[in-house]
């Protein structure tokens, strides 16, 4: 048996492991998020979900500032490559062709 085919066999057998501890790792979450949340009266329970939607938008809004810096610096250093890349001759003809809430949120 060859080396490619032994770690074929082993990962055969460890992805059914791994997949049962994936499956009880989001049950355990569920069923913990049940009893806590059963605990609470519902406004607190309806001011952690908006405070969890805020947090996502948050991250969400950081992150894409994030990305659209990235692009902006790929303009600045190669702008044919990234007038290729994204089929925009400039950064500035890329960002105006969003609409003006992803304009506000971009580098």
């Known amino acids: 048996m060859s080396n490619e085919a032994s770690q074929l066999a082993i990962s055969e057998k ?3 492991l791994f997949q049962v501890i ?3 790792a989001i049950a355990l979450v569920v069923i913990a998020a049940v009893i ?3 605990a609470l009266p519902p406004l607190i329970i309806a001011l952690i979900v908006l ?6 938008a948050l991250i969400g809004t950081a992150a894409f500032h994030a990305l659209t ?3 902006k610096a ?3 250093a190669n702008a ?3 007038a290729a890349t994204y089929g925009f001759p400039t950064y500035a003809a890329l ?3 969003w609409p003006w809430l992803v304009r506000a949120v971009a580098c």
């Open 69 to 71: 810096c990235a692009i």
């Open 95 to 97: 960002k105006a062709s």
């Open 36 to 38: 806590f949340f059963a």
């Open 80 to 82: 044919a490559a990234a």
């Open 14 to 16: 460890t992805l059914p």
């Open 22 to 24: 994936y499956r009880v």
């Open 51 to 56: 405070g969890a939607a805020a947090l996502l």
């Open 74 to 76: 790929h303009y600045a």
